[in-house]
């Protein structure tokens, strides 16, 4: 990563800010799972854009706003779905003039009537979507894993909730400790079976309690020899996502800053807690360090 800031789990991004889960992208703000764009902001989920904001599972596409699932398009504005199309707004064409005076109308109207959603707070051209217009409820996205919030505080805040749509099992037929860790060579009896969750935490509202095996995961787990897992899909991510670090940064505090008082930075921020069993260095003594 090089001249970024407030990126998490980024890889080959230069100038990325508050930016996360992307990869080979420049200059980008305000991004979540970018592949080879640049100069995007509030962009989701998209690959080889270029000039492009507010755009959600788009690829191949430059200067278009506001587009859902649009392929190889540019100068388009609240579109959905288009493919290979140029000066369209809300999917209808227009002529270049006509798309360029339009847009700035739109633009202009979003900032003098913003909407208003019903906790009062208002969105004008800029602005991150509204919340309201979300077709997934807050639990169910990945910002609940991060910022973890209980049903009354999404509520409150005026953002959608979903009952878990997890539905206990109502029994198990076999216990994870009664399969055995080498499998069987006559393993397919397992794929009719009603899997045991050994699951860490009782009260994890996406686990159903038990799980089954498909005939491609129990081929795969039989070809490389390896053991079951002892938990659900559901478990199995959560703690993927726990062994993750947090996107938090914490100031720090040069470890080497005795012997090296003329070098040190004085501020920095790392993944770290100063409490961790870690030393922390800063850049230059961790370079001077390593290599
Ligand atoms: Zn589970
Ligand atoms: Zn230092």
């Known amino acids: ?25 420049k200059d980008c703000v305000d991004c979540l799972g970018l592949t080879n764009c640049e100069l995007c902001y509030e962009c989701i989920q998209c690959q080889r854009l270029y000039n492009c904001r507010y755009s959600i599972d788009c690829e191949n596409c430059c200067d278009c706003l506001f587009c859902f699932d649009c392929s190889g398009c540019n100068d388009c504005f609240g579109c959905i779905g288009l493919r290979g199309k140029s000066n369209c707004i809300l999917n209808k064409q227009y002529s270049k003039a006509d798309y ?25 051209y800029g602005d991150f979507l509204p919340t309201e217009l979300s ?25 959608a909730w979903r009952p878990p749509p997890i539905e206990r099992a109502s029994k198990t037929t076999i216990t994870r400790a009664s399969i055995p860790d080498v499998l069987p060579d006559d393993s397919a009896y397992l794929l009719r079976e009603i899997i045991e969750c050994t699951r860490p935490d009782e009260t994890y509202a996406l686990c159903p309690g038990a799980f089954r095996l498909t005939q491609k ?14 938990t659900c899909p559901a478990c199995r991510h959560k703690l993927r996502m726990q062994s993750r670090r947090p996107p938090i940064l914490y100031h720090g505090k040069c470890g080497a800053m005795d012997e090296k008082s003329s070098r040190y930075s ?3 921020l790392t993944a770290y807690r100063q409490t961790d069993d870690f030393k922390i260095l800063c850049e230059s003594c961790f370079q001077e360090a390593v290599l």
């Open 1 to 25: 990563m090089k001249d970024s800031y407030l990126a998490f789990a980024c890889w080959h991004i230069e100038g990325g800010i508050f930016t996360s889960l992307s990869s080979f992208s």
């Open 266 to 268: 004085r501020n920095f």
């Open 217 to 230: 995961e129990l081929a795969f787990y039989s070809l490389h020899k390896l053991q079951l897992p002892d």
């Open 135 to 159: 077709p997934f409820a807050y639990n169910d996205t990945l910002s609940c894993e991060i910022f973890a919030l209980t049903e009354k505080e999404c509520l409150s805040l005026g953002f």
């Open 100 to 124: 360029e005076a339009l847009r700035n109308v739109i633009v202009q109207s979003m900032n003098e009537k913003p909407f208003v959603d019903q906790k009062g707070r208002t969105y004008r």
